[in-house]
């Protein structure tokens, strides 16, 4: 079975969800289909909360959503799917108002509020192309997403519960599948633990894709843009940037991870877990050839080169004083972070100063207060960070919080690491070298997947 996910530029208008229905019919059998929002609709959406907590008029805001979604809706030929594509939109329109409401009384946006609202979003989509693919003579279903991507509840930035998911599909979304059926659902959006909506953070259908992809097994998972595939450089910058044909996990996900806007950071872990091929393309040229993403093979034609590059970047240093520092102590601070959720870009460690590139909307406050004492923290924004990727390099999140943990008290004068890669360079006292390499090697190479330490931070 495959995923096509199509964003939200592919699903703007009725010419554009009627484009992505010729799609979807041109590829017969189990297929599920994941949407973006609107073009734009998220935005507006966020807009009118804001306007809310100020204590402002959503309606006139709501109602042009409305209108939008209603005039696509018109252009269902079959009356009862039509009948049924608008009484849900309207439908979902009503619980905008009533969390717009909410947000109002409570006079701030507050995260959980926030998903709720934006989810309206992914279901308008949703249910409009839904009703489109049927249109098309193409049987589909329409799945609620908040029902089937189970997360931890994180919101705004939720990661996904992957046997909660694969239980759910089981249930809602294999059996429709296993009758060669079209599934719709909306991307970026699930629910936590305790059932309240969730997002996967700002462009985070195509992680949608590759998290159903792999709960599925799904035999390939394709992100339908409005671009011919991933390229060399955001053309905006580099206006003869060229379409990469193939590119490995690693240099997709590093790419991702440096502001190339193409893909959602985290979108390749899940298909890069289960080694499923993900292929980039066009919706408005679908024959065009796009960009095919997958394992890495040495030298070649996957180990293909790009840059990019992410403004809004707050570069942290932190000077803790002791000389040297002790691994442990440095351990600490990736630790908080990743329990935080904040992702580290860039990290380098030189004569006593950690330095840290990190998102500049990251809240380092907590962080900030729990070190203070023995450490020094300074915050420098207006930064940005830029990558070269030139070979596939990548593994997980864990590497460095984990490598620096097993090494204790061990001193370590530099360290770089480039995000995304699974590389970790440290500079030790020879004395310790092999020490250092055989923890490193029983805890870590010897294991590569299970976390190798636990009961830490
Ligand atoms: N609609 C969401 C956003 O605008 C998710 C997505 O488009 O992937 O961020
Ligand atoms: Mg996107």
Redesign the pocket.
């Known amino acids: 079975m495959r995923v096509l996910k199509f964003?939200?530029s592919s699903v703007a208008d009725s010419e554009a969800i009627g484009r992505v229905a010729a799609i979807v019919a041109r590829q017969p059998g189990a297929t599920v289909v994941v949407v973006?929002?609107l073009a734009g609709?998220?935005?507006a959406l966020l807009l009118l909360a804001d306007t809310a907590a100020a204590g402002g008029n959503c309606q006139p805001g709501l109602d042009a959503l409305l209108q939008r979604h209603d005039a696509i809706a018109a252009t269902i030929s079959h009356p009862q799917r039509r009948q049924l594509a608008e009484l849900s939109i309207s439908g979902f329109a009503d619980s905008a108002r009533t969390t717009l409401r909410a947000i109002a009384a409570d006079g701030r946006t507050h995260p959980a509020l926030l998903d709720k609202l934006v989810a309206v979003?992914?279901l308008w989509s949703s249910r409009l192309v839904d009703a489109a693919v049927s249109d098309a003579g193409v049987e589909s279903h329409w799945v609620d997403a908040r029902g089937v991507v189970k997360t931890d509840g994180r919101h705004q930035a939720a990661s996904p519960d992957f046997e909660a998911t694969v239980k759910c599909l089981d249930r809602l979304v294999r059996p429709w599948l296993a009758r060669q059926r079209v599934v719709v659902l909306g991307?970026?959006i699930g629910s936590g633990p305790d059932g309240a909506p969730t997002t996967l953070g700002?462009?985070?259908?195509?992680y949608s894709a590759t998290i159903l992809g792999a709960c599925l097994a799904a035999d390939e998972i394709q992100i339908w843009t409005d671009v011919d595939g991933v390229l060399t450089a955001d053309p905006r910058v580099v206006h003869d940037a060229q379409v990469l044909p193939v590119l490995s996990y690693e240099a997709a996900h590093t790419l991702a991870r440096f502001g190339a806007k193409i893909l959602?950071p985290r979108t390749m872990e899940p298909a890069a877990a289960r080694g499923i091929p993900v292929r980039v393309l066009n919706s408005f040229r679908p024959d065009a050839t796009g960009t095919r993403i997958g394992p890495a093979v040495i030298g070649g034609a996957a180990e293909a080169s790009a840059a990019s590059s992410r403004a809004d970047i707050a570069l942290v240093e932190i000077r803790l004083d002791h000389a040297p520092i002790e691994a442990g102590a440095i351990a600490r601070v990736f630790g908080e972070l990743h329990d935080a959720g904040i992702a580290v870009i860039l990290a380098e460690l030189c004569d006593g100063r950690l330095a840290l590139a990190v998102d500049a909307a990251a809240d380092l406050e907590p962080l900030q207060r729990r070190l203070s004492g023995h450490t020094t923290v300074q915050v420098t924004l207006g930064k940005s960070a830029v990558c070269v990727v030139a070979a596939p390099v990548a593994r997980e999140a864990r590497l460095v919080f984990d490598a620096l943990t097993l090494l204790g008290t061990t001193p370590i004068h530099l360290m770089a690491r480039p995000a995304g890669a699974a590389t970790l360079g440290l500079v030790v006292d020879t004395a310790d070298a092999l020490m250092v390499v055989k923890q490193l090697h029983d805890g870590i190479v010897a294991r590569p997947c299970s976390p190798a330490v636990q009961g830490v931070a």
């Open positions: 964003g939200g973006s929002a609709v998220t935005d979003g992914e991307g970026f700002r462009g985070g259908s195509d959602h």
